[in-house]
């Protein structure tokens, strides 16, 4: 018992903790530029989180942060970096917007449905790409998934501007969905949240309770033990890059039919980049997800408002976020609380 | 066989250039010369990583290391009015994040590609955090014009009139070449690469020589990212880098951690971009611009899928070094 609590303790105190310092040197950053640093972060916290409206935008702005996040973290539990969650996430918010609009007179209970797996689908093509190469070819995941990122941003913007585009006006855009595919608010809270929490714990309940999380978890940590356990680390790897790739193209996917009703080139920047943040701030545990978005969708939702009134550029998330995720990940907190360190460990090197 | 294909791509390439001189000879030269300016940042990006890997350090932090360097050469370049000032302040930038890296992955033994993958993201929060419009350097670092070899034929016009940052670049390719494979320093460092605890028991300090590495290292890829700010384009924007540090990667694999190989390999991926910049200009081709961005991504996948299996990384990239203890 007393074991479990200090490790309970140990997940917890470090992210707490880097929070703090990363917040402390965000605030020098803040004074440097001449603004207030403790009114910017009031601003911010009470903007995110001090009243229903607030807080209703927050976990809007969660909902796909909780999915890209999921989809970092499912990798990583594999022992494998999934830096292209955003690329998965634009091909998911595509293809979604094209189901959207392109099926016309569905009920909504086909619809929709229809629209996410489209997004899942799609998401997952591109991780599959991936995986495939990672699996049979030894090519780095990082490396080709953030070409792939490039890929898609390039591949969308020509679909939008090309084949998909809503004719008779000039911005690069997808016609809106059919008011069939559009996922209603539920209590005030757009329905993609529950989505997102539903397979938050889908995913931790897998890691935890069934063979396929067993294997995953088995080759993430020791890929030579788990090969020689008979695990086949191949289909390890592509089954949790085709896990991410789904989960980051339903995030695109909840985000087009919830809130942006339709695919812009510009919309979705940075979704699954802060998914990397995410999953690193919650050590990529599927339920931790959960907190991490909410905390980063918060000050991604808040940034302009505290722009406006504490004159603070709202790059400043940018900037916290990545104080946020070198504290968290450096072990120099662990050493100062002198604890055994137990960083998260990838493989390393390119033909692995 | 290794010999025999570089031997067949060389003369190749020598004979499809004959060709196209031939038959045009302006527009074969300029796009040649054109190649240059493409390949340099991506050379220059693929020497870090090849004097990071050949020690035993993946660094998947370069885009990161070119991004922040390219920020403070070109804003203090603009605040100082003074270009050479920028260049001395990007390369001293990328020291910087050189010895981050060196603490993260050498001293603390982080995971090298978290630590990577963090110095990208932390260099595109503080870039876009403090970047600023309105900022302008004075110019350019300017061509010169080579005076004896400016003026022989075919070859003159091409490698001519470049900046001096670039002379000053593939000089130092060379020079990486000639100190890995016939230097005391070189020798150590690829042994280091390979198995760091027989260069440990022959005296070589392993951390020592990895701080040394990855901090020079981190001083070129601060030269590449001066390079794009201060020759090459002039301006700074946000994700001014786009994801060429990445694609440095690839070409350092490609030319299987040499080099000269990664030289040749950049070359390649320069003049991939120039003649389809040239058939886009003579729309002999109606290509989206979309596809004609996507071009060095998909090089990239192809060429690492093509060789990834086939090459072979230094062998103790990517483990820290434990010192064993009697």
């Not at chain 2, 025999?4 to 196209?20: G, P």
């Not at chain 2, 605040?79 to 020291?95: D, E, H, P, Y």
């Amino acid at each position: 018992m007393a074991i479990l609590q200090r490790v309970k303790l140990q997940t917890l105190s470090i992210p707490l903790l880097s929070l703090l310092i990363a917040f402390i040197f965000g605030s020098l950053l803040i004074a440097m530029q001449g603004s207030n640093p403790l009114f910017a972060y009031q601003v911010l916290f009470t903007k995110a989180f001090g009243s229903i409206e607030g807080i209703a935008t927050t976990l809007a702005k969660a909902t796909p942060l909780i999915l890209s996040g999921l989809a970092v973290a499912i990798c990583l539990r594999a022992g494998l970096f999934n830096i292209g969650a955003q690329g998965q996430l634009i091909s998911g918010a595509l293809a979604s917007a094209w189901a959207g609009y392109s099926f016309v007179g569905l009920p909504f209970l086909i619809h929709i449905p229809l629209a996410l797996l489209f997004g899942a689908f799609f998401g997952s093509f591109v991780a599959l790409v991936a995986g495939l190469l990672k699996a049979y070819r030894g090519v780095h995941e990082v490396i080709t998934t953030i070409m792939l990122n490039s890929i898609v941003i390039a591949l969308a913007d020509y679909l939008a501007s090309t084949p998909f585009k809503e004719p008779d006006q000039p911005i690069t855009r997808t016609p809106k969905i059919e008011e069939s595919a559009r996922i209603p608010d539920l209590f005030g809270l757009p329905f993609g949240f529950f989505i997102a929490i539903a397979i938050s714990v889908v995913f931790w309940w897998l890691m935890r309770r069934t063979t396929t999380g067993f294997r995953i978890e088995t080759i993430g940590r020791n890929r030579n033990a788990g090969w020689y356990a008979g695990i086949s680390v191949k289909r390890v790897i592509i089954s949790s890059m085709l896990l991410g790739g789904a989960t980051a193209g339903i995030a695109g996917a909840v985000e087009t039919l919830s809130i942006t009703g339709r695919f812009e080139p510009a919309f979705n920047a940075g979704l699954g980049f802060d998914g990397i943040t995410v999953a690193l701030l919650a050590r990529a545990n599927p339920l931790g997800v959960i907190p991490a978005a909410i905390l980063i969708g918060g000050m991604r939702g808040a940034a302009s408002t505290m722009q406006f009134r504490a004159g603070v550029a709202p790059e400043i998330v940018d900037l916290l976020l990545a104080l946020i995720l070198f504290f968290v990940t450096a072990p120099i907190l662990l050493r100062l609380l002198k604890r055994k360190e137990e960083g998260i460990s990838l493989s390393s090197g390119w033909s692995n | 066989m290794r010999f025999r294909l570089s031997y067949f791509v060389i003369v190749s390439s020598i004979l499809l250039f004959a060709y196209f001189y031939s038959q045009n000879s302006i527009v074969t030269s300029s796009v040649v010369f054109t190649a240059i300016p493409f390949a340099l940042p991506l050379a220059l990006a693929a020497m870090v990583g090849v004097m990071c890997e050949r020690t035993g350090i993946v660094n998947i932090g370069i885009e990161g290391t070119m991004l922040v360097s390219a920020f403070t050469a070109f804003f203090l370049g603009a605040i100082l009015k003074n270009i050479s000032a920028g260049l001395f302040i990007g390369i001293m930038t990328g020291v910087l994040v050189g010895l981050l890296l060196s603490v993260m992955t050498i001293t603390w033994k982080m995971d090298q590609i978290i630590a990577g993958v963090i110095i990208n993201i932390m260099a595109a929060g503080i870039t876009s955090f403090l970047y600023r419009q309105n900022y302008r350097i004075p110019s350019t670092f300017l061509p010169i014009d080579i005076p004896v070899i400016g003026d022989i034929p075919v070859i003159g016009p091409i490698v001519s009139n470049h900046g001096p940052i670039t002379y000053f670049g593939i000089i130092f390719i060379f020079g990486l070449w000639v100190a890995l494979y016939k230097t005391p320093w070189g020798l150590r460092s690829r042994s280091v690469g390979e198995h760091p605890s027989s260069a440990d028991t022959a005296g070589v300090s392993v951390v020592r020589l990895r701080y040394i590495n990855v901090t020079i290292a981190g001083a070129v890829g601060g030269l590449a990212g001066s390079y794009l700010a201060l020759e090459a384009v002039g301006i700074f924007e946000r994700g001014f880098t786009a994801g060429k540090g990445f694609t440095a990667l690839a070409i350092m694999i490609f030319g299987r951690w040499n080099p000269l190989g990664a030289f040749a390999a950049a070359l390649f991926f320069g003049l991939s971009q120039a003649v389809t910049n040239q058939l886009m200009i003579d729309e002999v081709v109606q290509i989206p611009q979309q596809f004609v961005t996507m071009l060095p991504y998909v090089l990239t996948i192809l060429i690492l899928a093509i060789s990834a299996g086939k090459v072979r990384p230094p062998a103790a990239e990517g483990i820290p070094y434990e010192k064993e203890k009697v």
